[in-house]
């Protein structure tokens, strides 16, 4: 479930980054290549780094805007590794 949590919580935002980059060509007459490269990985971290402050410090239900309510929880201690 913490696979699908995280995955989930990294998709929906580069989905909005790409929604608002798509849509931003259309009103900005900037290089298209340019805008993709700069403007993308800035607004998905920037949706992503907002929702997962409100849900942190506001409430949880802030969760579901990054695509799943709760983040995901991982084991403490350390990984073994194969030999």
Known sequence: MNLYASLVRT???A???WLVVTAARYGLDLDPTALAGVLLPVVS???Y???RL???FVSPRW???LGYAK???YPGGKAVLPQ
């Open 11 to 13: 998709g929906v935002p």
């Open 63 to 65: 969760g579901w805007l």
């Open 45 to 47: 971290f920037a949706y």
């Open 49 to 51: 780094a907002l929702f």
């Open 71 to 73: 983040p995901p929880a």
């Open 54 to 56: 409100a849900e942190h």
């Open 15 to 17: 989905l909005v980054g």
